[in-house]
């Protein structure tokens, strides 16, 4: 039988890993926001040097104009472009967020659940009445503790399904 302080100690082992999963998760989700942004800023500027072009060596005002709104509606479109993307990345990212979350949660709550049962089994508790009321506290705990997760789960699907961008 594990001690109980090994049982402790590969408690903080799966909570450390699924930070660290956490942690990898709003890296690359950065990441991938940051190449979004420089790759829609380096298209703007080298539009921007084309549209300078054209602007200086047109004459005419009415082609001028036409131009500018031309321009700016590109322009509009990039950035519109890289918003939706942005926001359809965040909503991936909302989503494994809240994926990562609610299996840590469930299987968090189990494992502390199995260590304490195995902890309240390995004290030298004679009357089976109290091991009863024991058990039966920690199943009612953990009935109320599951109801709890599935009910953050809920919320947390409900706020991810009104952050994702309408099309």
């Known amino acids: ?99 990562l979350v609610g299996e840590q949660l469930t299987t968090g709550s189990t494992d502390v659940f199995e260590a304490m049962q195995k902890m309240f089994q390995g004290m030298p508790i004679t009357d089976q009445n109290a091991m009863g009321a024991i058990q039966t506290a920690m199943d009612t705990t953990r009935a109320a503790f599951e109801q709890v997760t599935r009910a953050s789960a809920e919320a947390f699907q409900a706020f991810t399904g009104a952050a994702r961008p309408r099309k």
């Open 1 to 99: 039988m594990a001690s109980k302080q090994d049982q402790f100690n590969e408690l903080q082992k799966k909570n450390l890993e699924a930070a660290m999963r956490l942690a990898q998760l709003s890296i690359e989700n950065s990441q991938r926001i940051m190449e979004i942004q420089v790759t829609t800023a380096k298209a703007l500027f080298e539009e921007g040097v084309e549209n300078a072009k054209a602007l200086s060596s047109t004459k005419d005002p009415k082609d001028l104009l036409e131009l500018r709104t031309q321009f700016a509606q590109s322009t509009t479109e990039k950035m519109l472009s890289c918003a939706r993307e942005i926001a359809e990345l965040t909503s991936r990212a909302q989503a494994e967020v809240g994926k």
